[in-house]
């Protein structure tokens, strides 16, 4: 999976679970929270949509790596790929 | 109903089939969570479910839902809400009020969805306190109440630095302490802090057909979700080696076992499940408050035999009196609802409904025979009427007789009989156990003894627990 592929999946869930968000041109350097009106409910949503749908574990003290779409894919990407080589 | 064989085991089980309940299991169910909710009443919403009365269809409680928001609105508590439960704004239907007021002797504050409507009210009828009240509504806007470690302040002394006209803050708290107080007199002020929003700055809106329409629209996504139900069977006992719950023990003999326990059936009310005494652990502070509410069925639309608002808080006397009263039922102050007075569109309500809800004693209540207590619900129920009416100018009693169909009225006893709430407290106890713990591991309570009340603030509730003492733990 690509950074860009793992960004798409990590919108895809945004918009799930907060599907009043207008998700069109997000800068994605920028945290999503400055950018959308996301809490710590969301973020937890986030984290559980990731272990459910992909299979991808989230430890709390890492959920800080999810704050930007830059800094998900940074963090996400070798995750998404563990998950799929151990597949 | 629900389940047909249970298992012997689930990830969850969850006391309650209540708002608190459901939103608490969609949470869990949506996350795969095997997860059982047990219920004792046949059935589902407790405190504010739905009967039928010779082919009529009545909600037990619903005035308002309140945290309404318009479309759009964001960050609030409905939209919170509505996001962690999947739930589409259309799935609930929510119709926004036409309007409502506080009428005390000789002076009256409207108030609308948003806050503009009760800020103007407030400038004319308290001129010379409008400075206070703006400081005292920023001081609202930024205080955080869901900092459960702060301490917890009595919201009487926190106005008290604002206002200085004690009618207008017996005003403002007789809403606030109506739609969700469980202390006498005063309230929390982190709860007040909640309630103002819900009511003064978001505001009441109600689904065309009631209640019924939120609870199908849980129970929907409870069961897609994969939750389990079992119903008309109430949870026994809780069997516990004085560490942890170890077993779940059903009334109908089944056992069940569970990696945790949610239990929204009051805190009282579980201590009583697994205790082997009767006697609380601990003395409690206050007394509960419960209520009467009276029913009335007319063959016309309220709006056009003169009563628009939707609804209507009222007290005659010089203080508000928010406390347990000395007689059955206290008809000095009161709630008023015209479910029909609500935007429906193009819809509206078959029949008129009017409806009076007043503090009440559930030991008087509870010491009459069969007899006497028909015959005191006889008496009361025009009393209360009457005393309400005084504040609908438009309405009175003559018009209400010549358009009466049927009636209906709950007391402290009804509330007690069909949610098990003890001395039938809608609020709940006085403390409230705001962080959900027990002393054992894996028990915790949501709903009303957790502390977030009303329809919106029970699913908050459910949802918050379940984040916390569940979903967040591996
Ligand atoms: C008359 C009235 C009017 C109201 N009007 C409004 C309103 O207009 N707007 C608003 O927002 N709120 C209103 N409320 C308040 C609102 O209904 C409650 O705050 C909310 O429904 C509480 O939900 P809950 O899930 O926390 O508790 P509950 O609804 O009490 O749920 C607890 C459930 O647990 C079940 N239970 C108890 N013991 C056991 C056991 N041992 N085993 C199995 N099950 C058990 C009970 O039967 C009950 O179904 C009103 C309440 C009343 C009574």
Redo the contacts with the bound molecule.
Sequence with gaps: MTKEECKQVVLEIIEEIAPDEDLEGLSHDVRLRDQLDLDSMDFLDIVMELRKKHGIEVPEEDYPKLASLDSCAEYLTPKFNAVKAGA | MGARSLKPHYDAVI????????AAGIRMAMYDRSVLI????NA??????FYALEGRKFD???????NYVPPGAKGTPLVKLLRQLRLRREDLDLCPQRGSRIAFPGIDLAFDNGFARLGESVAEAFPAEIDGFRALRAHVAAFDPFDDTAPVVSAREVMGRYLRSPVLTDMLLCPILY??SARENDIDFDQFVILWRSLFEEGFARPHEGVRVVIRALLKRFREAGGERKMK????RLHTDGARVTAVEL?DGLTVTADAVL????AR?TEA?WSATDQPAAPEPGRRLS?V?TITVLDAQPADLGAEETIIFFNDSERFHYERPAAAVDPRSGVI?FPNNYDYGERRLDEGFFRV?ALADYDRWAALSPEAYRAEKDAWYPRLQESALRFVPGLDMDTVRAHTRYIDM?TPCT?KR????IEGA??GAPRKHRDGTTRFDNLFL???D?GF???????L??ISMANRHVLSRR
């Excluded at chain 2, 006391?15 to 459901?22: E, N, T, V």
């Excluded at chain 2, 037990?60 to 309140?66: D, Y």
Aim: proline share 2%; with cysteine; glycine share 20%.
């Design positions: 006391i309650g089939c209540g708002m608190a309940g459901l047990v219920e004792s009443h589902p919403g407790g405190l504010n479910s037990v409680g619903l005035h308002a839902v309140t739609y969700g069977c109430g949870v026994r009334e239990s929204t059936a009051g009310e499940l209520f509410e609802c809800t709950f509330v069909f949610t098990r709430h809608v609020y949501a709903g009303t957790q009340l009303g329809i919106t603030g029970a699913m509730s459910g």
